[in-house]
């Protein structure tokens, strides 16, 4: 052997002298048993508050107009969970994605922590004292504060009545209430028609359902009210109502319809004369692009239907008037009172300022005679065109002062921030429904140094001299304002608190100034605007126009159309892309008279050939780090075009140019293919098969016959072997030791089998679920640009998205979205939504490949993912063929990391019952196994069985379909025993002998009638 | 010279698995030794006879009873206040859910609120000097930082309430506390021994059971 050493630096003698030496120094810290964790006892004991165990609180959701009911779950005296109330008559028990996001807005890390006060270009933080001082001192010497103005984010409730009340204190004249969510020219025609702004749709009335660009499912008025009834019209099965659905995109709404007719942007009101029959139907189809027959065979089925039920929803410069004939066409048809229901109207929507209102405000700023201007909530510099000069309007105003908690692209501006509590902090009422009163109280103490608006607004008083500190006892003034003026009085008002809602009617604001009349802004027709391709920019149904985006729940949450997330795209039919040569991810520049925006292609069927779509809620240049800087706003490309009637902004009245950039973005998507590839993972019959089945005409569907499983085919939903050996059919006295899987081992485990039913005849893929498992497990997002990989020692891969593009997303449940048809790129395909999630297999491909044992079955049929035993081998995952392990790749959950998910206060929110994750380790659905054992402890320690359904699964609590239904399937008296032996259920997969837990329910589709039925 | 090169690596490996396994075992013995040795050095006011019962309790557990070298069976770190569990429990005869009252309801088994202690202590022992230090604590509005003895790892859920109203003695996993001048961990709290209960008992011990 050589005695020389090579050319390394390093001898192999002085190396393993060094590994020796940090061997040590890993030995010593990794055997420290030293570490000291510190007893935190109360100071003084709160009444009704047990450590380790959650309080209930009930509030209302302020995260959009509608004003659902929340229940607040509270562990220590955090919030942890929010749910839906479900006493609540609007969203009984149901809870959209945003509504339940409005944590990450409480617990957003990047809230004010207190006032701030503009000096020179900064924003410093003062105490309250001195911001109230300022703004005391401020608008004594503004003057003509009659021409001051307050933009507040609309809410229904007390507020706007008390707001109003101290503006005329101060001489200040009503407060305009914006909400740019609201679909103003819906509001308008609905006053018009029905005298209400909103009311109840129907939709389990109708046989026929029509929608004309009305996205009720994805943010046309109130969402979740709207899904609940949807679904459960669609759960009648045979008897459901068929749904058309018209416009140039097919959106969530759009892809849940049996039939898209698809038709030119601007066109809407010709369809719905034709629908009328106010013009003939080959005129309209002509003009719309549409296809005649199926327009035809509408008109006819419309006629026929029966009961059916009209709705519209467009952007044009014409909205309004296709709204009046929706509403005129449900009255000539008798839908009023039968699906349209003004008598249950959503008075949420009541008190919206009109429209114009905001243009209006920003005449004034412009011209110089507003000496003042307040915001609360809105963020109108983001949701306004920019061609439309509201940011250099706003900025012309000698005092800005923002209640709003966020820096938001308005706040930014202002001179003075008086930061608000968080909804979830503060006292309030809302008005979701005639005679009934939502109640908002605090579930928790404020994160942060704010305060609530309704408080400094009663100190500040009429006088302003008072400036004083919030009461001694910490007592809300705004709460004893809410006393005195509340029906019943104090005692009433407590017993209302504590149930989140009563009877009855709030204090409420004079009503709106009614609607500008439309000002002298002739609509330019889009016929004239240049360009070959229709521009149609619609809201986010996740975002709305913008107020999620702060929210990383929200982000990370692939959009249930597209499946793209943390990025802006532009939607291109795949003919018009093949004719220009563009390929998914090509950066595309959308170009119009007010400017440009680019953003990567998304090749999408459900667009109309000569039109490209974008969505809103992208593209922030504030908001706080999970907004900022991620994906563009398609308002920076949207020429000033408003709605003729009303005067709102216009979204789709503009034609625009698309040009490819050059550059090639990756998507961020979390879909690996958007068809089945034959392999029946979204099942559906059409109705007449499934009639054929209930009437016996048809042989019921099974799989195949299972060599020595005998109840294979009579059990369609527990077809496991194991759950039959659960239940003794398999018992077979050969087999001497099942071990803890006999049903009669001594420990009891084997007595339940836990599963679960999805019902796809209800699920719409809004993809709620899924926000209320990242909520419930301690998911952690990861999409953020600071948490990408290592691109080298000293570089990241600091794209948004970075690790969902390289398929790191950790969604324990996804909604899965299929295409079916529509394979000549026309308009007639098909949309089907699976969630897909654990499916807890009783036959598991995960658990032998795992070679330290860290996944198995345990015997009441949980596939069980032990964290703490896992090496992160992921064999698991590769032999998984749901493709539902995931894998944590950087240790989201240890906050030393640069990938850390939850920056200090978003931890606060994490389930103290789940264990959160950390580096190397394989996680995944776990049958929210906490709320199993909750409910265990809870029936053991009331000396007692589990009841029947006495407890969900934090995705079957949150649906707002109702499509998902847990629980033990061995017991017959609880209802996923009962669903899971529906003539419609099938596994996916089941060719695979996974034998499944989580039984799928065939989605039934409704053809038109006359179409030819397909196999 | 290549072929040697690769070979010369193997004594290097060889001495790396050699040393690997010597430094662990002896990093176990030298825990196992501080881990006996550590009721002797932290302190003077323990008694020595009840930690030694103790020991022997974990070491008489049955042939399923783990080793305690890798636990901190013993750990007794000094407390802010000196709180003698033998004074309230034998000499005021208080039941241990008088403080920990939420042992029966809840996975965690509850510390006394200061106020607690101040309920009795405004009147009892005013003089002593570790009362006047828990007098401070309570006019200063301040918490008392006690340390945590107790401990299983963050993946582990343990609630309480199950054991308590499943009749099992806090004395059985914390041992004769109310004979413990100054508190010490009695039981290993490994995982083999909560599964040797478990199996004993009759109640499950899959690993979801706990783990999740």
Not at chain 1, 432 to 438: D, E, T
Not at chain 1, 737 to 762: C, F, N, V
Not at chain 2, 127 to 153: G, T
């Amino acid at each position: 052997m050589s005695t020389t050493s090579g050319s390394s630096g390093v001898q192999r003698r002085s190396f393993l002298k060094v590994l020796g030496a940090s061997g040590v120094a890993a030995g010593a810290i990794g055997c420290s048993s030293d570490r000291v964790d510190k007893l935190i006892p109360y100071l003084n004991s709160p009444d009704n508050t047990v450590p380790g165990v959650s309080n209930y609180y009930a509030t209302t959701c302020r995260e959009c107009s509608a004003a659902c009911g929340l229940i607040a779950e509270v562990r220590d005296g955090r919030v942890i969970k929010l749910e839906g109330n479900p006493d609540h008559p609007l969203n009984q028990g149901a809870l959209c994605s945003r509504g339940q996001a409005g944590l990450q807005g409480l617990y957003n890390p990047d809230r004010y922590r207190g006032p701030m006060l503009r000096e020179g270009d900064a924003l410093v933080p003062v105490t309250w004292e001195r911001a109230l001082q300022e703004l005391n001192t401020r608008l004594s010497q503004a003057g003509a504060l009659q021409n001051a103005v307050f933009i507040n984010q609309h809410e229904s409730g007390s507020f706007p009545a008390l707001l109003d009340e101290w503006l005329a204190s101060r001489g200040m004249p009503p407060h305009v209430s914006i909400d740019a969510d609201v679909n103003m020219p819906s509001v308008e025609a609905n006053r018009e028609a029905y005298g209400v702004a909103w009311p109840a749709l129907d939709f389990t009335a109708a046989r026929l359902i029509v929608s004309v660009g009305a996205d009720f499912l994805d943010d046309w008025g109130a969402v979740v009210p709207q899904q609940l009834s949807f679904a459960d019209a669609r759960a009648k099965l045979t008897e459901a109502p068929r749904f058309v659905y018209i416009g140039s995109r097919r959106s969530l709404t759009g892809l849940n319809a049996d039939e898209w007719i698809a038709c030119r942007p601007g066109t809407e009101l010709m369809v719905m004369q034709a629908l009328a029959g106010q013009m003939p139907v080959a005129q309209a189809a002509e003009a719309a692009g549409a296809n005649a027959a199926q327009l035809e065979a509408l008109v006819a089925e419309l006629r026929g239907a029966g009961s059916s039920l009209v709705l519209a929803g467009t952007h044009g410069t014409n909205a309004t008037e296709v709204a009046r004939a929706a509403a005129a066409l449900n009255q000539s048809l008798g839908n009023v009172g039968t699906t349209v229901l003004p008598g249950r109207a959503l008075t949420s929507f009541e008190g919206l300022s009109g429209a114009s209102a905001l243009k209006a405000v920003s005449e004034r700023m412009t011209s110089g005679s507003v000496p003042v201007v307040f915001v609360r909530g809105a963020n109108p510099v983001f949701t306004t065109a920019p061609a439309a000069g509201f940011a250099q309007a706003f900025q012309s105003v000698p005092f800005k002062v923002s209640f709003s908690s966020y820096p938001d692209e308005t706040t930014v501006l202002c001179d003075l921030v008086l930061p608000d509590h968080h909804a979830l902090e503060s006292w309030g009422t809302a008005q979701p429904l005639a005679n009934s009163i939502g109640m908002q109280q605090p579930v928790m103490k404020p994160v942060f140094n704010t305060r609530s608006t309704a408080d400094v607004l009663l100190q500040l008083g009429s006088t302003g001299a008072a400036a004083a500190a919030p009461a001694a006892n910490g007592d809300s003034a705004y709460r004893q304002w809410l006393e005195q003026r509340f029906g019943g009085g104090v005692d009433a008002f407590v017993a209302a608190v504590t149930t989140g809602q009563a009877q009855g009617t709030t204090t409420s604001a004079a009503a709106r100034p009614a609607l500008t009349p439309a000002s002298a802004d002739p609509s330019t027709p889009i016929g004239d605007t240049d360009g070959e391709f229709f521009l149609h920019v619609y809201p986010s149904p996740l975002l709305g126009t913008g107020s999620g985006a702060n929210k990383p729940w929200l982000q990370e949450l692939a959009d249930p159309v597209t499946k793209l997330a943390w990025q802006s795209w532009v939607e291109i039919h795949p003919t018009t892309a093949q004719r220009l040569g563009v390929e998914n991810g090509d950066r595309l520049t959308i170009t119009t008279g007010a400017g440009s925006v680019t953003a990567p292609a998304y090749i999408f069927l459900g667009v109309q050939p000569d039109t490209v779509a974008m969505p809103l809620g992208r593209g922030h240049t504030a908001y706080g780090r999970y907004a900022k800087d991620i994906g563009v706003n398609p308002l920076v490309a949207l020429p000033v075009a408003a709605d003729s009637a009303t005067g709102a902004m216009a979204y789709s009245a503009t034609k625009c140019r698309v040009e490819k950039e050059g550059s090639h973005d990756q998507l961020v998507t979390t879909e690996g293919s958007a068809r089945q590839h034959g392999r029946g993972i979204a099942q559906a019959l059409t109705v007449a098969e499934l009639t054929a089945l209930q009437n016996g005409t048809a042989e019921e569907p099974h799989g195949h016959d299972i060599p020595g499983v005998p109840s294979y085919s009579a059990l369609p939903g527990l077809r496991s072997p194991i759950a039959a050996d659960a239940q003794g059919e398999l018992a077979d006295s050969s087999a001497a030791q099942k071990g803890m899987y006999d049903p009669e081992h001594w420990s009891g485990m084997a007595r339940r089998r836990w599963a679960m039913t999805i019902d796809l005849s209800r699920c719409t893929g809004c993809s709620a679920c899924v926000t209320a498992c990242y909520a419930e497990n301690n998911i952690p997002t990861v999409g953020a640009p600071w948490q990408g990989r290592a691109t080298s020692p000293v570089t990241w891969d600091e794209r948004p998205g970075a690790n969902i593009i390289k398929g790191r997303e950790m969604t324990w449940i996804r909604i899965e979205r299929y295409y079916e048809g529509g394979e000549d790129n026309g308009t007639d395909f098909e949309t089907r939504f699976v969630p897909m999630l654990c499916q807890h297999c009783g036959n598991a491909p995960c658990e032998p490949v795992c070679p330290v044992y860290a996944t198995y079955h345990a015997p009441d049929g949980l596939n069980v993912q032990v964290y703490n035993r896992c090496v992160g081998t992921r064999y698991c995952s590769n032999n998984c063929p749901y493709k539902v392990r995931y894998y944590n790749w950087f240790g989201y959950g240890e906050p030393n990391r640069r990938q850390y998910a939850f920056p200090e206060p978003l931890n606060w929110q994490l389930n103290p019952d789940v264990t959160v994750r950390g580096k190397g380790v394989m996680e995944k659905c776990t049958f929210c196994v906490q709320r199993i054992r909750e409910a265990e402890h809870r029936a053991s320690s009331e000396e007692r069985d589990l009841n029947p359904d006495e407890f969900t699964v934090a995705c079957a609590q949150a649906c707002p379909s109702r499509a998902i239904v847990f629980g033990d399937a061995a017991d017959a008296t609880w209802s996923v025993a009962q669903m899971a032996v529906d003539q419609r259920a099938y596994h996916v997969f089941e060719d695979l002998s996974t034998f499944t837990a989580v039984v799928y329910l065939k989605k039934v589709n409704h053809p038109a009638p006359g179409a030819p039925v397909q196999a | 010279m290549t072929t040697r090169r690769k070979w010369a690596a193997v004594p290097g490996l060889a001495v790396i698995a050699i040393a690997a396994t010597l430094l662990s075992a002896y990093s176990g013995a030298q825990a196992a030794q501080q881990a006996a040795a550590a009721p002797a050095t932290q302190t003077e006011s323990r008694d020595p006879a009840v930690i030694k019962a103790g020991m022997d309790t974990v070491a008489e557990r049955g042939p399923w009873a783990y080793s305690a070298a890798s636990s901190n069976v013993g750990n007794s770190p000094e407390q802010p206040i000196n709180f003698p569990h033998p004074v309230h429990v034998q000499g005021a005869g208080m039941n241990c859910l008088y403080c920990h009252n939420t042992a029966t309801k809840s996975p965690d088994p509850g510390l006394p609120a200061v106020e607690t202690c101040m309920g009795c202590h405004q009147i009892v022992a005013t003089q002593s000097p570790e009362i006047q230090k828990l007098a401070q604590y309570y006019s200063d509005s301040l918490p008392v930082p006690w340390n945590r003895i107790h401990r299983v790892p963050k993946y582990v859920q343990f609630p309480h309430q199950r054991h308590v109203n499943g009749g099992v003695a806090c004395q059985t996993c914390h041992g004769q506390v109310q004979e413990m001048p100054r508190v010490f961990q009695y039981s290993s709290l490994n995982m083999g021994w909560c599964v040797n209960c478990h199996v004993e008992n009759q109640v499950r011990y899959d690993c979801a059971t706990c783990h999740y």
